[in-house]
């Protein structure tokens, strides 16, 4: 919001600078945004005459002007101003003068050919309004080449300040004076509202209030008046000055006390031609098919939950947000209806995001304006009328009534303190409460405090203390360190959290690129991927490919990859921490994480390189995701069950479980090629999933740990065994059983090689391991070599049928 030092001066007895104003509101929770001298600003513009406007030879939208800027001699300046015009007075400035609107800096030029010495300006780009429909156009007898700023009056500071949502006594400087004198920065003055008295009873009856009993009414109380014979036209310069250094424009003298009331006292108003209205006006909600012609030239449908003011013809007015531009006053209008009314803010600002329509009476009355100001302030605009225009005022009507929340507070005095820590005597802060509108009573440590009508946001004690707190000043409000924790702070993170940090932060690193898709699947889908009951369908569907809650992250990422393979990325890699929903009981809801990788999109990189040939993905890729996702986790994917069990999903072939007893942990595998044919991906899909819910807690660490790095001064050695097993049986049961012949001295055991064919027999393949040894006190001899190989041998023997291969 903006307002001048002289507009604050007329409500504020105060010798305090503008620094100190501007100060002083930040410090009471009004936010000086900014503070501006105009007349510093644009002292560089002056008052000039177009002495003559001609068609420019080669543009039709532009005119060659010859400008008399008060120099003695004509300017030559090209314009595209509508209004540019021979005989205009405007306003204009010289090369190497800064626009303010346009960010710029003007200078000589040539446009289309013809030169160009300056330019003629416009509202907007002097930023004293928002018109930028063609230039300033100034009366008659405007001097010619005195400083705009001076002709115009622009020479006092303009505050701008931010108002919260629940500070509607601020919309207005009377609001803002007030706060400033409780702060001690001076006295606030008296608005007389006391009532005019009337010619005779009103033409027009209080106007009905047609609403049904379930209907939302956003009219509470409204208040009208007639004033007759009035003499519109152009308002006093002092007034117009006011407003254009705030941003508006001066329209006539009844819409211009309607926003003098408006920014002044927070009071909105509005001014109808009363020989514009037929029949009796009344307030109702909207009907199907209405519309209104705003006073901003736009056309806005209306609908059954916005209310109107409405004569025989159809809506004159949109409740609390903009009148229509059918009754709008004119500087020929001569009876004049004047409204102040009470609204409802919460359906004042639903009817604002409805149509869009940002108004200064919609920004005023959504915020919450005193509701005890309706009658005084429809008095003020009628004493306004009749100074600057005369007239005879009818006898006001109202109708409605009006809602004032008589709000009342224990205060104990000892709050201050205790949520601030500042220590203010009582007699300071009710002082301090007084001065704000507050009427204090009670004795003691105790404060029965009434809240006055214009601040329906105090509702508790804490916003009292806050209230004083801002008066005293925020900046006083000490400053206490965090009392240091004597212990060590416990875990934040639940368990499930910390997984879910985990697997991001794996899965990244192993170069998958995290996606998040939609929790809702086809039913098709569900299907197919283990889910589809009836419990998990929705209710009301978003679309008809989003019915079913998924029981995989599959599906999501599945089609990821389809239409990044569409737009030419066959080779991804994804992966997605998220919920899946096996039941429709909380206890059904896991979280998953699952990862794919398509085409040639292995960790060591994708795509085709000189190098080497790009291998396509494969099942290995998948579990290798799968144990590095696994041993981030704290599992060891040696220390759990691997079996050949593929997922639905998966090729019959190339896929597996990994379970923990009875439990299933997670799936990995390479996507069956019947449903990578449906879903229409080319080239391999490898993918895992892991249910992180189902993974065991963690065991307690003992309290006397172990050393972080256990490493042996003697050099490891290695030995090759190679056995002939069935075909049937699984190399990670020899890994092992040759892992456990000797827990003490093996490290490490590994596949090197794996060979099927007629020397090993029919339905054998022959199996090549390395055993790595580790020595830790000393030197193994060869006997001692000899005895873990046999224990080897003998472990892989007794455990597979195999035998060692000669």
């Not at 009377?174 to 706060?179: C, L, N, P």
């Not at 697997?503 to 998040?516: C, F, K, M, N, S």
Request: charge should be negative; proline fraction near 6%.
């Amino acid at each position: 919001m903006k307002f001048t030092l002289d507009w604050l001066k007329e409500h504020l007895d105060t010798t305090a600078s503008a620094e100190e104003i501007g100060q002083a509101l930040t410090m009471i929770g009004l936010e000086l945004e900014g503070m501006e001298d105009q007349g510093k600003a644009l002292s560089a513009f002056v008052t000039a005459h177009i002495v003559s406007a001609e068609q420019h030879p080669n543009a039709d939208k532009l005119r060659v002007c010859k400008v008399d800027a008060g120099t003695g001699e004509l300017i030559d300046v090209v314009c595209g101003a509508p209004n540019a015009r021979t005989g205009l007075k405007s306003v204009f400035a010289f090369p190497g003068t800064y626009i303010p609107g346009k960010d710029m800096t003007i200078g000589k030029g040539n446009i289309r050919g013809q030169v160009s010495n300056g330019m003629l300006c416009s509202a907007a780009e002097l930023e004293i309004s928002n018109d930028h429909d063609g230039i300033i156009e100034l009366p008659e007898d405007a001097p010619v080449g005195e400083k705009y700023v001076s002709y115009a009056g622009i020479i006092g500071v303009v505050f701008d300040i931010s108002i919260t949502p629940n500070r509607g006594d601020a919309t207005g400087v009377y609001g803002i004076a007030r706060d400033l004198a409780a702060f001690g920065l001076g006295t606030l003055k008296a608005t007389d509202m006391s009532p005019v008295s009337s010619k005779g009873p009103s033409p027009i009856a209080p106007l009905p209030q047609q609403f049904g009993p379930d209907e939302p009414k956003t009219a509470r109380k409204f208040g009208g008046r007639l004033i007759g014979n009035i003499q519109n036209g152009p308002s006093p310069d002092w007034l117009q000055q006011r407003l254009r250094a705030v941003g508006l424009r001066p329209i006539n003298k009844v819409v211009d006390i309607t926003n003098w009331v408006s920014l002044g006292w927070g009071r909105p108003l509005h001014a109808y031609d009363a020989d514009k209205i037929e029949g009796q006006p009344v307030l109702r909600n909207a009907r199907p098919g209405e519309a209104l012609d705003g006073l901003d030239n736009k056309l806005h449908p209306l609908d059954e939950t916005m209310t109107v003011i409405a004569d025989d013809r159809g809506p004159l007015c949109l409740g609390g947000i903009m009148g229509g531009e059918r009754s709008g006053c004119t500087d020929a209008t001569v009876n004049v209806f004047m409204e102040c009314a009470s609204w409802d803010p919460e359906l004042v600002a639903k009817t604002g995001r409805k149509t869009g329509i940002v108004s200064d009476a919609r920004y005023r009355l959504e915020r919450s304006v005193d509701p005890a100001l309706t009658e005084p302030g429809l008095e003020l605009a009628t004493r306004l009328v009749l100074e600057l225009c005369g007239g005879e005022p009818m006898e006001p009507v109202f109708s409605g009534e009006d809602v004032f929340p008589d709000t009342q507070i224990e205060f104990p005095i000892t709050e201050v303190n205790r949520l601030t820590g500042l220590h203010v005597p009582s007699s300071e802060v009710i002082a301090i409460l007084s001065r704000l509108g507050f009427a204090c009573s009670g004795m003691g440590d105790t404060l029965t405090v009434k809240v006055p009508s214009w601040r329906p946001d105090v509702t508790q004690k804490a916003d009292l203390v806050e209230e004083v707190m801002r008066m005293v000043g925020v900046d006083k409000v000490p400053v206490e360190p965090l009392p240091r924790l004597s212990h060590v702070a416990p875990r934040m993170l639940t368990t499930i959290q910390n997984r879910r940090r985990i697997a991001r932060r794996t899965l990244a690193a192993r170069g998958l690129d995290e996606a998040v898709t939609w929790s809702f699947i086809s039913h098709a889908e569900a299907v197919q991927f283990g889910g589809g009951s009836e419990a998990l369908q929705l209710a009301n569907a978003i679309a008809s490919d989003m019915t079913d809650m998924r029981p995989s992250l599959l599906p999501g990422l599945l089609a990821a990859a389809k239409r990044n393979a569409n737009r030419g990325n066959a080779d991804l890699a994804l992966f997605e921490v998220g919920q899946v929903f096996l039941s429709d009981s909380p206890e059904g809801q896991h979280t998953y994480a699952t990862g794919i990788r398509t085409g040639t999109a292995k960790t060591s990189g994708a795509g085709r390189h000189w190098s080497g040939k790009a291998e396509p993905v494969g099942v290995f890729d998948a579990k290798a995701d799968l144990g590095a996702l696994l041993d981030a986790m704290g599992y060891d994917i040696d220390k759990v069950q691997i079996l050949a069990e593929p997922a639905p999903w998966s090729h019959p072939g190339r896929g597996g479980r990994v379970a923990q007893g009875p439990k299933t942990l997670a799936w990995f595998g390479e996507l069956h090629p019947a449903w990578a044919a449906e879903l229409d991906i080319e080239g391999p899909v490898a993918a895992f999933e892991l249910d992180l819910d189902a993974l065991p807690e963690p065991r307690r660490k003992p309290t006397k740990t172990k050393p972080a790095l256990d490493f042996s001064a003697l050099m490891p050695l290695s030995r090759d065994f190679a056995f002939v097993v069935d075909r049937s049986v699984q190399a990670a049961t020899i890994l092992r059983a040759a892992r456990g012949a000797d827990k003490n001295l093996i490290r490490d055991v590994s596949v090197f090689d794996v060979f099927e064919g007629s020397h090993v027999g029919e339905g054998k393949k022959s199996v090549a391991i390395e055993v790595t040894l580790q020595p830790k006190d000393k030197t193994l001899t060869e006997e001692e070599i000899e005895k873990v190989s046999g224990a080897i041998v003998a472990a892989v023997t007794k455990t597979t049928g195999g035998v060692l291969r000669a």
